[in-house]
Nanobody, 126 residues
Framework: QVQLVESGGGLVQAGGSLRLSCAASGRTFSSYAMGWFRQAPGKEREAVAAISWNGGSSNYADSVKGRFTISRDNAKNMVYLLTNSLKPEDTAVYYC???????????????????WGQGTQVTVSS
């Protein structure tokens, strides 16, 4: 069982930055692929970024490539999403997720993830 708690969201002007953090419980954190997803009002949940169990591979949605960076610290049971050059269309609730079945790859498929956090709101004003 893994529990995930996101933090770091908030209100920021367009062009600004936020660093989202996800704290994971459990001794097997390093066995999981980790992903960040987001859901805006009236829209479906979408994958933003993912990282493999050892950080060796990562993937990004086309909409955030070059602006967002995912990283993890297995010693601290933490995963981060650094968001730069934020746009109003980045406004959403951001969720952290953990998955063990495809941990060796940075899977962007939501159904590969088994545990989800409660989310943190990111609002980007124009």
């Amino acid at each position: 069982q893994v529990q995930l708690v996101e933090s770091g969201g908030g209100l920021v002007q367009a062009g600004g930055s936020l660093r989202l953090s996800c704290a994971a419980s459990g001794r097997t954190f390093s066995s999981y692929a980790m992903g960040w997803f987001r859901q805006a009002p009236g829209k479906e949940r979408e994958a933003v970024a993912a990282i493999s169990w050892n950080g060796g591979s990562s993937n990004y949605a086309d909409s955030v490539k070059g602006r967002f960076t995912i990283s993890r610290d297995n010693a601290k049971n933490m995963v981060y999403l650094l968001t730069n050059s934020l746009k109003p269309e980045d406004t959403a609730v951001y969720y952290c997720a953990a998955g063990y079945r495809r941990a060796s790859i940075a899977t962007m498929r939501a159904y590969d993830y088994d545990y989800w956090g409660q989310g943190t709101q990111v609002t980007v004003s124009s």
